[in-house]
């Protein structure tokens, strides 16, 4: 199999608190895991791509210290929304490749985030 | 000029009949194709991947591949209301390193 976990599964916070999302591969090693952002009745959009013990590769229009990403392991990475505001409510979802990118990409669950 | 385009629908078809999802694509050098499925409110996963070109089944679905034309679709046999939801084609290109495009789903309905 190819199991992607995601938590929380929900969040809601106050506006300007950091909240942290994590991202876990259960069964394979994930050399690569993108994390993306959709909002209601849209497509998914990539938001950065991270490889294990490297920075995070974000995409443009992507602010990379409001969006915080760690890769630390083949099965983990994270992502801390920084200083969260209201416009940052969305479903964030994370997905695991075992390769560098060229090979399917096995989705998380998805972290909903209310930001008050 | 979408990478990926995909009609956005709905797409509604009776129960039983067959779906077709189609999808086209700008690159040349895309190598890899996915369909996955989201419904709503949930994350996407993955219903089939193809690579050649022709056809290749999997229980009800059927991805058909033509590179030359730079096309892929997804045919849905005996469509069932709990197909239901929204079908997203992924194109992978390698261009100095690998990127994964995804379109931006056709919403599929499937009347009982």
């Known amino acids: 199999g190819a199991v992607v976990s995601q938590h929380p599964s929900w969040v809601i916070c106050k506006s300007g608190t950091s909240v942290k999302i994590e991202c876990r591969s259960l069964d394979f090693q994930a050399t690569t895991m993108f994390w993306y952002r959709q909002f209601p009745k849209q497509s998914l959009m990539l938001m950065a791509t991270s490889n294990e013990g490297s920075k995070a590769t974000y995409e443009q229009g992507v602010e990379k210290d409001k969006f915080l990403i760690n890769h630390a392991s083949l099965t983990l990475s994270t992502l801390t929304v920084t200083s969260a505001h209201p416009e940052d409510s969305s479903f964030y979802i994370c997905?695991?490749?075992?390769?560098?990118?060229?090979?399917?990409?096995?989705f998380g669950p998805g972290t909903r985030l209310l930001v008050l | 000029q979408k990478e990926v385009e995909q009609n956005s629908g709905p797409l509604s078809v009776p129960e039983g009949a067959i779906a077709s999802l189609n999808c086209t694509y700008s690159d040349r050098v895309s190598q890899s194709f996915f369909w996955y499925r989201q419904y709503s409110g949930k994350s996407p996963e993955l219903i089939m991947s193809i690579y050649s070109n022709g056809d290749k089944e999997d229980g009800r679905f059927t991805a058909q591949l033509n590179k030359a034309s730079q096309y892929v679709s997804l045919l849905i046999r005996d469509s069932q209301p709990s197909d239901s939801a929204t079908y997203l084609c992924?194109?992978?290109?390698?261009?100095?390193?690998?990127?994964?495009?995804f379109g931006a789903g056709t919403r599929l309905f499937v009347k009982a």
């Open positions: 997905s695991a490749s075992r390769g560098t990118g060229g090979e399917t990409q096995y």
């Open positions: 992924a194109v992978i290109k390698n261009t100095g390193g690998f990127k994964t495009i």
